[in-house]
T-cell receptor
Framework: DVKVTQSSRYLVKRTGEKVFLECVQD?????MFWYRQDPGLGLRLIYF???????EKGDIPEGYSVSREKKERFSLILESASTNQTSMYLC???????????????FGPGTRLTVL | GNSVTQMEGPVTLSEEAFLTINCTYT??????LFWYVQYPGEGLQLLLK?????DKGSNKGFEATYRKETTSFHLEKGSVQVSDSAVYFC???????????FGTGTRLKVLA
């Protein structure tokens, strides 16, 4: 079974802190994604990565950065946390081979981040 | 741009009732279509998918048919159970792109 794990289920941080969210997948997937999930807005893509050290901005990259130094690990960084970044953060991965579509996204359990 | 629209919830049904959750999409070409389910406190997991027109995805009694002519992928189940209470997301993924588009989610509550 594919496993996508996230470093924390719940996290509470203060405004202005630097926050690291870690995601690890164990299926040798090329593509990894970070989303945030907010009520009434569904899932919005923050960043994705299609290879080690490669990244592309999603729909809402402002205030976030990412790092992918190893294939299995994709980190989301909040450079200076703000209260409007309080949300549920979901990591996902896919194989991404072939025609680059139709691949199932496998999700981690999510990290609920509260910024005070 | 591409988009996915699904019916707003919450949807509240009695056990053994028939379920339909509507989903329509806009996309260039013919995307792959998905239904994901999110149980309380968990991440999303794939429920079913279809990769071309007229395909029917099915799993755990749920079904959805890829309708090109109406650009729809409605989710149905003949007899819901309390354990089906969750949030359901419709999604699309177009060829030649890594990007997945998700609907806003529909919360289903099934009462015993």
């Amino acid at each position: 079974d594919v496993k996508v794990t996230q470093s924390s289920r719940y996290l509470v941080k203060r405004t202005g802190e630097k926050v690291f969210l870690e995601c690890v997948q164990d299926m040798d997937h090329e593509n990894m994604f970070w989303y945030r999930q907010d009520p009434g807005l569904g899932l919005r893509l923050i960043y994705f990565s299609y290879d080690v050290k490669m990244k592309e901005k999603g729909d809402i990259p402002e205030g976030y950065s990412v790092s992918r130094e190893k294939k299995e690990r994709f980190s989301l960084i909040l450079e200076s946390a703000s209260t409007n970044q309080t949300s549920m953060y979901l990591c996902a991965s896919t194989t991404g081979r072939g025609d680059r579509s139709g691949d199932t996204q496998y999700f981690g359990p999510g990290t609920r981040l509260t910024v005070l | 741009g591409n988009s996915v629209t699904q019916m707003e919830g919450p949807v509240t049904l009695s056990e053994e009732a028939f379920l339909t959750i509507n989903c329509t999409y806009t996309a260039t070409g013919y995307p792959s279509l998905f239904w994901y389910v999110q149980y309380p406190g968990e991440g999303l997991q794939l429920l079913l998918k279809a990769t071309k027109a007229d395909d029917k995805g099915s799993n755990k009694g749920f079904e959805a048919t890829y309708r090109k002519e109406t650009t729809s992928f409605h989710l149905e189940k003949g007899s819901v159970q309390v354990s089906d209470s969750a949030v359901y997301f419709c999604a699309s993924a177009s060829r030649g792109t890594y990007k997945y588009i998700f609907g806003t989610g529909t919360r289903l509550k099934v009462l015993a």
